[in-house]
């Protein structure tokens, strides 16, 4: 929370490639990752390169399958002084896992990321934010396997995921078996009855810069930050086609051409910091 008026906000990756998302699962098989170009190292360190300009600090949700292809992507993002978190090992949705398989998941790319890093992982994010009202047991099952935090609801109705009354301020959750976890929501504006996301992924790609400003600042006058969240195919102009339909290829590349426009004019207007440095000020 900023205290007296403008302050960080928190800046997060999704570390995945542009095959991995969940709008082309229709048509992309997990098996067939392989087949297709990896592009996540150039656009990552181009994101690295981005950050470095303005002094910005973020935390980096990084995908089991990437890092055991990439792990010295992963040292460099931790060399560059940014958190390393979870973001599952085969960004399969939490509503599609069973609580035993999720564990599994879980405990496979916690200890991978470790390895890697040397540094204990507190983070977590799910797969295309699937922690739902459905899905809160996956909560207890964080805390039971030595997370501290999540970032993986997103307060509003969609077609894929969303939790409206879990509400946009962060909460400090009591588990079943004792303990607390934080649970870091997604950004939202409240127009009356309707939630407006923004601040992150298509919602930064389609929104005019302006708009999405004007919603930082309304949050900044309410003494609260920002979650921004972006995926490094998001910078990737020359994104290979997929053999999709046009719905689902629209979804994942309109704006595109001017989210790097947009990324760097945020960084260098606005202060942004890892999600372990937002929760260490509110200690």
């Known amino acids: 929370m900023i205290s007296g008026g403008r302050g960080p906000h928190v800046l997060t990756v999704d570390v995945e490639e542009f095959f991995q998302t969940e709008g082309y699962s229709r048509f992309i098989r997990q098996l067939d990752w392989s087949k297709y170009p990896g592009r996540v190292e150039k656009q990552t360190n181009r994101l690295l390169e981005l950050l470095g300009l303005s002094c910005a600090r973020g935390t980096f949700f990084v995908l089991g399958w990437i890092a055991k292809r990439y792990p010295d992507l992963v040292r460099e993002i931790a060399s560059a002084g940014h958190e390393i978190a979870s973001h599952g090992l085969q960004h399969t949705m939490v509503t599609k896992l069973s609580p035993e398989d999720f564990r599994e998941d879980l405990r496979c790319s916690k200890a991978l990321l470790e390895d890697i890093t040397g540094r204990k992982i507190r983070g977590y994010r799910a797969p295309t934010f699937s922690i739902t009202r459905e899905t809160a047991w996956a909560h207890d099952i964080l805390g039971e396997e030595g997370f501290s935090y999540s970032s993986s609801v997103f307060p509003i109705w969609h077609d894929r995921y969303g939790w409206p009354q879990f509400g946009d301020e962060p909460k400090k959750l009591e588990l079943i078996e004792g303990g607390e976890l934080w ?101």
């Open 183 to 283: 649970e870091i929501p997604l950004s939202v504006w409240r127009f009356g009855p309707i939630r407006i996301p923004f601040g992150g992924g298509g919602y930064l790609r389609f929104y005019p810069l302006n708009i999405t400003k004007a919603l930082f600042r309304r949050y900044e006058r309410r003494g609260k930050s920002v979650i921004l969240y972006v995926h490094p195919w998001e910078l990737d102009t020359d994104q290979p086609q997929i053999r999709a339909p046009i719905g689902a290829r629209v979804r994942q590349t309109l704006g595109i051409g001017g989210m790097e426009r947009k990324m760097r004019n945020l960084l260098m207007e606005m202060e942004f910091v890892s999600i372990e440095q937002f929760l260490e000020s509110r200690q």
